[in-house]
């Protein structure tokens, strides 16, 4: 059974920074793209960053240039970290796993609230 296990939320002032981790296990299909979205309160889910296979990243607009989207792939696990953080950064953020045969599969989420 597939599991991911996110990591790495919390509270923090802006201009700070936090590392989000999520690592995939329980299964034997191959990974391909990884990536994490993010949902505020009365928002849609958003795409923030991707990566695939060979290292090739996607960020949406407004997180460029702050936040990094990583992947080590012997240990099945995505990172993203996030610096100089705002109050609109503030949402539940979920890895996102695609694979080769089946998914994608969602993280259970993980809350990031960053204060004014």
């Known amino acids: 059974q597939v599991q991911l296990v996110e990591s790495g939320g919390g509270l923090v002032q802006a201009g700070g920074s936090l590392r989000l981790s999520c690592a995939v296990s329980?299964?034997?299909?191959?990974?391909?793209?990884m990536g994490w979205y993010r949902q505020a309160p009365g928002k849609q889910r958003e795409l923030v960053a991707d990566?695939?296979?060979?290292?090739?990243?996607d960020y949406a607009d407004s997180v460029k240039g702050r936040f990094t989207i990583s992947r080590d792939n012997a240990k099945n696990t995505v990172y993203l970290q996030m610096n100089s953080l705002k109050p609109d950064d503030t949402a539940v953020y979920y890895c996102?796993?695609?694979?080769?045969?089946?998914?994608?599969?969602w993280g259970q989420g993980t809350q990031v609230t960053v204060s004014s």
């Open positions: 990566i695939s296979t060979r290292g090739t990243t």
């Open positions: 996102n796993i695609k694979f080769t045969m089946i998914g994608p599969y």
């Open positions: 329980g299964t034997i299909f191959s990974i391909n793209t």
